[in-house]
């Protein structure tokens, strides 16, 4: 008797952790956004199971705080879903120097917006971590949430090589960051390497591990000031991080002082299936031993009916079949919950979806 009710308590605890998982959403600030326009998505997202919001304002102190406001409202989480090191019109000497010895303002990598930051230029680091600061002061902020904290991806994942008419089958100059005169002679003066006479820079490992230091003493800095504030910060991330993170962009997350992390686990990226989600979700797991949370980030098809005549990988994704398979996979893995890009992309179907299979 006794043995049979430890089954039934059992099986009631996993329904219940099974059917309160936490899901999460990716979504922005766009020209119709207003308090009216943004409470009644979040009213609607509250209703589909949605825990929170994961908003992107940019830096934008008002529009964070009217949206902040609507999702309190609404009753869900909201996390302020800010691009950290991709910025414009900053002070030249803030941009990083690829292999090639051009910053990033002057000729991006792959798309017009990789204008991306030093993040060992102290004037840089300074200006950041204000920013996310004055952020996490907002009335309604729950959590600070890092994006593009990470170098330019040296190597992109293998879906998007044809995009981008490439073959990564090393590290491309173009995007291989940063060989100012700062970040070289700071490496000199800590492993006695000059970088710039090494003949190829990528084979060596100190010059690697060094960036992956600056990016994990960056996000530090602003964790602890976002935490003095008295708010979370979370990150969102490159899978693994050893099988691609840490290698593809220099992040070495699991070494983070976050409160939450999603890593985009977004499989038709790298020409995986869906099952591939629940297998890296498992390293993601293993590799931050409980120290925070993992939400698996996942990447839905809008047009999932036609997605194999679709050419752009950033049009493929999840359909609603697999959406639950990326789930199930997710959770059993021993995430926290699961994290949707985006609510755009979201069909009925995949709403259909989604509430069965976190009500299994």
């Not at 998505?41 to 934008?60: M, Q, R």
């Not at 173009?174 to 060989?179: N, Q």
């Not at 000059?194 to 230091?213: L, M, S």
């Not at 939400?295 to 990988?313: E, V």
Request: charged share 25%; glycine share 6%; proline share 4%.
């Amino acid at each position: 008797m006794k043995r049979i009710l430890i089954i039934v308590a059992l099986l009631i605890v996993g329904t219940v952790s099974w059917a309160n998982v936490p899901v999460y959403v990716w979504m922005g600030w766009n020209d119709e956004s207003n308090a009216q326009t943004l409470q009644s998505e979040f009213v609607a997202l509250k209703s589909h199971g949605i825990t929170g919001v994961c908003f992107n304002a940019g830096f934008d102190r008002e529009r964070i705080a009217v949206a902040a406001a609507a999702a309190k409202r609404a009753g869900l989480e909201y996390h302020a879903w800010i691009p950290c090191m991709l910025q414009s019109g900053k002070p030249t000497e803030w941009y990083a120097v690829n292999r090639l010895g051009v910053r990033a303002c002057y000729a991006p990598a792959y798309v017009d917006y990789y204008t991306c930051l030093d993040p060992h230029n102290p004037e840089v680091r300074e200006w950041l971590t204000e920013q996310y600061a004055a952020v996490a002061d907002i009335d309604g902020v729950d959590f600070v949430q890092l994006d593009y904290i990470r170098y330019v991806d040296v190597i992109l994942a293998r879906g998007l090589w044809d995009k981008y008419g490439l073959v990564m089958n090393e590290e491309y100059p173009p995007a291989d960051y940063c060989y100012c005169d700062e970040c070289t002679s700071d490496f000199k003066a800590q492993t006695g390497i000059d970088i710039r006479r090494i003949g190829d820079p990528t084979k060596v490992k100190a010059w690697a591990e060094f960036r992956q230091n600056v990016i994990t003493s960056l996000v530090n800095k602003i964790a602890a000031a976002v935490h003095a504030h008295g708010k979370k910060i979370s990150a969102d991330v490159f899978p693994g991080p050893r099988s691609h993170a840490e290698w593809m962009v220099r992040q070495r997350w699991d070494k983070w002082e976050l409160d939450a992390v999603f890593p985009m686990n977004y499989n038709d990226f790298y020409l995986k299936p869906a099952s591939w989600v629940g297998k890296v979700t498992s390293e993601e797991v293993r590799s931050v031993k409980g120290n925070f949370p993992v939400y698996s980030g996942l990447f839905i098809c809008r047009d999932w009916r036609t997605k194999a005549s679709i050419t752009d990988p950033e049009g493929w994704g999840l359909n609603p079949q697999e959406l639950q398979d990326a789930v199930r996979r997710s959770l059993k893995a021993g995430a926290h919950g699961v994290c949707l890009f985006s609510t755009t992309s979201m069909t009925d179907e995949h709403w259909q979806a989604l509430r069965e299979v976190i009500q299994e």
